[in-house]
């Protein structure tokens, strides 16, 4: 089984930086996608920004220019740096990482991380 491990998220004022990280561990394929995706309470869960195995990325408008994610294949990590935040993204944020086998794709997701920024 994939193993999910999210860190960095926390109390951060609005105006701030925080960096996610989310390690991946329990799996021997190559992981095709990762990204993170985000929920509040009474809403939807969101995707946030994804990375694909050769580097291209995508984001949610909400966060264009503020964000960059990116990974690091050997260590099977991905990043979600965060700038210039807004109370707006106050969320949990979730790792997700998108394997393929034999034609087939799995999706696995973290327990999920808290971010909160205050006003």
């Known amino acids: 089984q994939v193993q999910l491990v999210e860190s960095g998220g926390g109390l951060v004022q609005a105006g701030g930086s925080l960096r996610l990280s989310c390690a991946a561990s329990g799996t021997s394929f190559s992981i095709n996608v990762m990204g993170w995706h985000r929920q509040t309470p009474g809403k939807q869960r969101e995707l946030v920004a994804t990375?694909?195995?050769?580097?291209?990325?995508n984001y949610a408008d909400s966060v264009k220019g503020r964000c960059t994610i990116s990974r690091d294949n050997a260590k099977n990590t991905v990043y979600l740096q965060m700038n210039s935040l807004k109370p707006e993204d106050t969320a949990v944020y979730y790792c997700n990482v998108i394997t393929g086998l034999r034609g087939y794709e799995y999706d696995y997701w973290g327990q999920g991380t808290q971010v909160t920024v205050s006003s």
């Open positions: 990375i694909q195995s050769g580097g291209r990325t």
